[in-house]
């Protein structure tokens, strides 16, 4: 298993700092970087007429990550992943690869409410989660991730706490 590849399963609110780390981390590990919200984006622009495509973005996701997976090619996956339903599907997609599970978190309040409101959306018609919209989110426990704290730390000292739970 020491070969297998690596998917690294990112979660944490809006705002933790997730695509931030999980761009810089799949350009350290040469890995493929699935984002939930870019797939969801792009489900609602489909003809589907779909106006809650959560659930299929996670299950795209982690079928995208699978194929990555078999090709040999790590993949960093960037989710809020506040439920275990959502954490079960990237442990499934793992398979026999090496998983490691990170929550971010921003325990600084102010810190964190900022970085929500000053967000500009990266993806085209993605409207931003309000801050009224991130503290309602309710998070199942994920005893299994390891814990790293972006409040008042630069991204480079973040990416290099999760390098270091990746090795």
Known sequence: ?????????????????KTTLARA?????????VRIDTIEQALLRTSLGLDRPAEAG????ATVAVDC?????????????????????????????RLVEVWLT???????????????ADIP????????????????????ATVVETAGRPPAVVLADVLDVCR
Do not use: F
Not at 1 to 17: E, I, N, Q, S
Not at 26 to 31: I, K
Not at 106 to 120: K, T
């Open 25 to 33: 981390l799949a350009r350290e590990l040469g890995a493929a970087h």
């Open 1 to 17: 298993m020491d070969d297998a590849p690596l998917l690294v399963a990112l979660g944490g609110l809006p705002g933790t700092g």
């Open 69 to 97: 997976l078999a090709a040999g090619i790590p993949v960093v996956a960037d989710a809020v992943n506040a439920v275990d339903e959502a954490r079960t599907g990237w442990r499934s997609a793992a398979g026999a690869s």
């Open 106 to 120: 921003c325990s600084d309040a102010g810190e964190h409410r900022h970085r929500v409101e000053s967000r500009v």
């Open 125 to 144: 018609g993605h409207r931003q989660p309000t801050w009224a919209d991130v503290v309602a989110v309710a998070v199942d426990p994920w005893p299994s």
């Open 58 to 61: 996670y299950v795209i996701g």
